[in-house]
Nanobody
Framework: QVQLIESGGGSVQSGGSLRLSCAAA????????MGWFRQAPGKEREGVAR???????RYGEFVKGRFTISLDNAQHSVYLQMNSLKPEDTAMYYC?????????????????WGRGTQVTVSS
């Protein structure tokens, strides 16, 4: 069983930065993809970014160069550096993992999920 534990959320002012971390525990093996998703109250969960073991990345259109996802394969950890944060970035951020090759940024493509970490951006 895979467990994902997120950390690094918090409250910042508009224009500020946060770095989210996610550590995967359990028996991690083979090829896998890790991603970050977010869900604001009353909205559907949406893909923020994902990365494969080769370091190939994909970002949601709303990121527009503000966020950077990175992976430490040895530690089975994924990070999300978020800069130039906006109030509309306020949401619960979730880490996810799926075995196999990365495809898109649809939540349905990922089997394992963390419990989330809250990000709040004030204007």
């Amino acid at each position: 069983q895979v467990q994902l534990i997120e950390s690094g959320g918090g409250s910042v002012q508009s224009g500020g930065s946060l770095r989210l971390s996610c550590a995967a525990a359990g028996y991690i093996f083979g090829t896998y993809c890790m991603g970050w998703f977010r869900q604001a109250p009353g909205k559907e969960r949406e893909g923020v970014a994902r990365i494969d073991l080769g370091g190939n990345t994909r970002y949601g259109e709303f990121v527009k160069g503000r966020f950077t996802i990175s992976l430490d394969n040895a530690q089975h950890s994924v990070y999300l550096q978020m800069n130039s944060l906006k109030p509309e970035d306020t949401a619960m951020y979730y880490c996810a993992l799926e075995y196999g090759y990365c495809s898109g940024l649809q939540p349905t493509e990922y089997k394992y999920w963390g419990r989330g970490t809250q990000v709040t951006v004030s204007s």
